[in-house]
């Protein structure tokens, strides 16, 4: 009997023991739903064959994403095989089982990975979870079961474009960091125009922009950027083999100011020509024609299935006319074959005319202006989009400059569509949630990077509560993971860069063949049209044509650049010193001396001070998300922060942005427009 229990004793600590040895859950973003651990490790490597189930074909090209992003983040040249499962290979199925839901996915990690979805969504947001697993862990995979879905079917990010332009490559960028997250849904808002205030109350002066190339309205598309119709094809077509739906917003009848700039007869008088004239029947011609190009025809703009027309923010002196605008334009982009949405709107513009709610969804971002209840009951379906907490508006000092990470952790979730108003858990039409970016604030030299910083922590945290919705870890565990991680495979729009010391580069620039000084080893310097000053210890820039190109692209936040520079007069003005694929830093020539300044995103920044030709000065140029300064001969120069542009005797401002990622791509410039002159120890401190 005492032998018994003895054995019993033993048996229940080894239980204990082997329990305790299985694999804790893997550390991603949004973390997964259900986790059975096991013992022991897959080993992921270049040999690794991914291999497609040979009944499901059209699952090749999205596990094709997935070898390429293997290949640039691990160099794993990994093959992609249509065939059934080998072994120590991933392997890639539908299933037609209920138990798996839209977009979720179950993968079982043993000898091999078997990967089961139910839709070609839920496969490729497994690959997502399986990159995240080998950022955080390395190449050994813990062994153990994944089922894992999302609690909500819209997890979603709004762009203002319109009063910023955004490359279409900041775009793909974009679809490749939400895909990562698991972010579905990516609206673009394609036209809006700035506050009237700041352009003397004219509205002919005030800036407006739509960025999409019109064929019917030639000349509407904004000439300081927009896309080709080809463009915007091709990257809603990205998002769909991204696993996210880009949705393009045309905003009417109010936010319209680039179409009554192209077409004046079609602005209210009345309420401002940022408004529609709603009982103009030319305002409906052109709405009609606006709309009709993009989504007719045999070869459609608006690939999608989606398609929002904004409706925000009409005069409320006008709800009967807004409400029978809204309902002919909700109806006129189903009757063209796409599912509508629109900002809410009702609540504020209450009225007596009957607005169509059917498979109509509402994006509910105000109290004042919506009712969520209300809207749910007549049958509208309810993205949550609050502003108080969701909307970030850039430097602008009212609403949010980067969103609260912490409070939406621990607070949030999709049903507190408002600050007075909570829909209870599992609500039907409550579909989700989305947040956006506001560029009210034209003009502000708010960079594409600078928008990228506030948005990329916001997409971490809530992608965890949209797909998650109830939180394990504690926050800071979470803001931890949140830091390390990265963008998106092949993304750095924050310019990181891997250093082993706070020293990033360290060149002496003074010879044939310069090494990097740094722990690093940077070494891959490429030169063209290079010579040595053995005098001063130096390399010479001898013509316009001369550039040294570095292994880095750039470096973000926070930074300080130190190089020696000794200018000819022979420079050229507007020669570049160091250029980049975001910026370039250049000299201005005036008065028989020069300037430094530095260019992004169309605005061009210089500070004060001026320095003489044929002279050694030691420079240096520090950044962070609020400035630039300029170092000279070991002490600050100048601080480019704080400026702001002022109307009615300062009670409407807006806050300058005189930021710089720094471009280390090219000393000199790639383009013939290098400076000429001497350059020599050249040091990147990450700060």
Not at 397 to 402: A, L, M, P
Request: glycine residues 6%.
């Amino acid at each position: 009997m005492k032998l018994q229990k003895i054995l019993l004793i033993f048996s229940l600590l080894v239980a204990i023991s082997l329990k305790a040895q299985t694999n804790s859950a893997p550390q991603v973003i949004p973390s997964i739903q259900q986790w059975e651990g096991k013992t022991g490790y897959f080993t992921f490597s270049e040999n690794t064959p991914l291999v497609v189930d040979k009944n499901f074909p059209q699952l090749e090209s999205y596990i094709s994403v997935f070898s390429n992003d293997l290949q640039s983040l691990y160099n794993f040249k990994a093959a992609v095989t249509l065939a059934q499962a080998k072994s120590q290979s991933v392997f890639f199925t539908l299933s037609s089982e209920t138990a798996i839901p839209e977009e979720g996915y179950r993968i079982n990690i043993d000898e091999n990975i078997i990967i089961t979805a139910s839709s070609t969504k839920g496969i490729f947001w497994a690959t997502r979870t399986l990159l995240q697993m080998l950022e955080n862990g390395g190449n050994r995979i813990p062994k153990g079961i994944i089922n894992d879905f999302p609690m909500y079917s819209h997890r979603g990010f709004m762009l203002d474009v319109g009063r910023k332009f955004f490359t279409i490559d900041y775009l793909r960028d974009y679809i490749k960091i939400l895909s990562y997250y698991k972010i579905n849904e990516f609206q673009i808002h394609l036209n809006d125009n700035g506050f009237k205030v700041f352009y003397n109350d004219d509205w002919d002066k005030t800036y407006s922009a739509f960025r999409l190339q019109s064929d019917v309205f030639p000349g509407l598309a904004a000439k300081d950027g927009h896309y080709t119709k080809d463009e915007f094809r091709d990257l809603q077509k990205m998002g769909m083999l991204y696993g996210v739906n880009v949705i393009p917003e045309i905003d009417v009848p109010a936010h319209s100011l680039a179409f009554t700039h192209y077409k004046p007869e079609i602005g209210s008088d009345k309420y401002g020509k940022d408004h529609l004239d709603l009982y103009h029947p030319e305002t409906y011609k052109f709405v009609d024609a606006l709309y009709a190009e993009y989504l007719s025809g045999e070869n459609p703009v608006f690939v999608g299935a989606d398609v929002h027309i904004g409706t925000d923010e009409y005069d409320k002196g006008e709800s009967e006319k807004y409400r029978e605008f809204t309902d002919r334009y909700l109806k006129y982009i189903q009757k063209l074959g796409k599912n509508v949405r629109m900002w809410g709107g009702l609540r504020w513009l209450k009225g007596e005319t009957p607005v169509h709610s059917e498979n109509v969804v509402v994006n509910a971002w105000s109290y004042d202006w919506v009712d969520p209840e209300l809207s749910l009951k007549e049958g509208y379906k309810l993205i949550s989009t609050c502003d108080t907490w969701l909307y970030i508006v850039p430097a602008a000092g009212y609403y949010r400059d980067f969103l609260d990470e912490k409070w939406l952790y621990e607070e949030w979730t999709p049903e507190k569509v408002n600050r007075k108003e909570t829909l209870p858990e599992g609500t039907k039409g409550l579909l989700g949630g989305m947040f956006a970016v506001w560029n009210d604030h034209c003009g502000n030299g708010i960079s594409q990077q600078d928008v990228h910083i506030r948005t990329l922590p916001a997409v971490k945290v809530l992608s965890e509560k949209m797909w998650k919705r109830n939180t394990s870890a504690n926050f800071d565990t979470f803001k931890k993971l949140s830091d390390r991680m990265g963008e998106a495979p092949q993304v750095n729009l924050s310019g990181k860069v891997t250093s082993k010391t706070n020293l990033v580069m360290h060149y002496a620039l003074n010879s044939k063949k310069e090494k990097d000084l740094s722990e690093n080893g940077y070494n891959e310097l490429q030169r063209n049209k290079i010579g040595i000053s053995k005098k001063d210890n130096s390399l010479v820039f001898k013509s316009e044509e001369s550039f040294i190109k570095t292994p880095i692209l750039e470096i973000g936040y926070d930074y300080r650049v130190d190089f020696n520079l000794f200018l000819n007069p022979e420079t050229i003005d507007d020669a570049i010193l160091f250029e980049g694929r975001d910026s370039k830093v250049i000299i201005k020539k005036e008065d028989n001396q020069f300037q430094i300044g530095f260019s992004r995103d169309g605005y061009t920044y210089y500070f004060a001070e001026k320095f003489d030709f044929e002279k050694w000065y030691e420079l240096g140029i520090s950044g962070d998300y609020k400035g630039t300064s300029l170092y000279v001969n070991g002490k600050q120069s100048e601080r480019l922060e704080g400026k702001t542009h002022s109307t009615n005797n300062g009670k409407n401002k807006i806050y300058i942005q005189q930021t710089l990622v720094f471009p280390l791509q090219y000393i000199g410039s790639s383009n013939q427009k290098s400076f000429q002159g001497k350059i020599k120890n050249l040091k990147v401190i990450k700060l």
